[in-house]
Nanobody, 116 residues
Framework: QVQLVESGGGLVQPGGSLRLSCAAS????????MGWFRQAPGKEREFVAH????????YYTDSVKGRFTISRDNAKNTVYLQMNSLKPEDTAVYYC?????????WGQGTQVTVSS
């Protein structure tokens, strides 16, 4: 089993920044990748970014390229999402995920609201 705990969400003005963290515990030695999805009100959950655990290969959805940066700290079993130049359309619940041994695990979600 894998447990994921997110932190770092909140309210920020357009153009501002936030950093999300996701700390993993449990069978972390079996990780293939970790990353983030988000879900805005009335919309489906969408992929944001992920990073492979060993090689560090990174993927972003087009709408966040150049603004968001995903990184990992293998020693702390933690993945981060640095979000800059935030826009109102980035408002959503952000969910951390981890892929391990053919199973996708999810965190509980953290709210990010971009509003003036």
């Amino acid at each position: 089993q894998v447990q994921l705990v997110e932190s770092g969400g909140g309210l920020v003005q357009p153009g501002g920044s936030l950093r999300l963290s996701c700390a993993a515990s449990g069978r972390t030695f079996s990780f293939y990748a970790m990353g983030w999805f988000r879900q805005a009100p009335g919309k489906e959950r969408e992929f944001v970014a992920h990073i492979t655990w060993n090689v560090g290969r990174i993927y972003y959805t087009d709408s966040v390229k150049g603004r968001f940066t995903i990184s990992r700290d293998n020693a702390k079993n933690t993945v981060y999402l640095q979000m800059n130049s935030l826009k109102p359309e980035d408002t959503a619940v952000y969910y951390c995920f981890a892929d391990a041994s053919g199973t996708r695990y999810w965190g509980q979600g953290t709210q990010v609201t971009v509003s003036s």
